[in-house]
């Protein structure tokens, strides 16, 4: 059984930083394409980050820059390093994963079979 939990959130002002983390359990993330979504108060969830077997990164524009998706393949953790945050980036925070290769590594929500339970980000301005 696939696991994924998510860390790492919390309250910061504007201009601040925070690294999300991803543990994993049942589930290698260097194996197949993974990523991190968001969703904000009352809006739909969005992909965010996602990085690929081969180590290939793809990103929203609203954090190109800002935001970096890594893992630690010894430790099997997902991380999002987010820099200069914005009110804007308050949201629920997920770590996704898709269940196969062969699936077009994108932030389309609908390609991920695997999710956590999300941890909270809010940005004060």
């Known amino acids: 059984q696939v696991q994924l939990v998510e860390s790492g959130g919390g309250s910061v002002q504007s201009g601040g930083s925070l690294r999300l983390s991803c543990a994993a359990s049942g589930y290698t993330f260097s194996s197949y394409c993974v990523g991190w979504f968001r969703q904000p108060p009352g809006k739909e969830r969005e992909g965010v980050a996602a990085?690929?077997?081969?180590?290939?990164?793809s990103y929203a524009d609203s954090v190109k820059g800002r935001f970096t998706i890594s893992q630690d393949h010894a430790k099997n953790t997902l991380y999002l390093q987010m820099n200069s945050l914005k009110p804007e980036d308050t949201a629920m925070y997920y770590c996704a994963a898709q269940s196969r290769g062969g699936i077009f590594c994108s932030l389309s929500v609908g390609l991920f079979a695997y999710w956590g339970q999300g941890t909270q980000v809010s940005v004060s301005s």
């Open positions: 990085i690929d077997s081969d180590g290939s990164t």
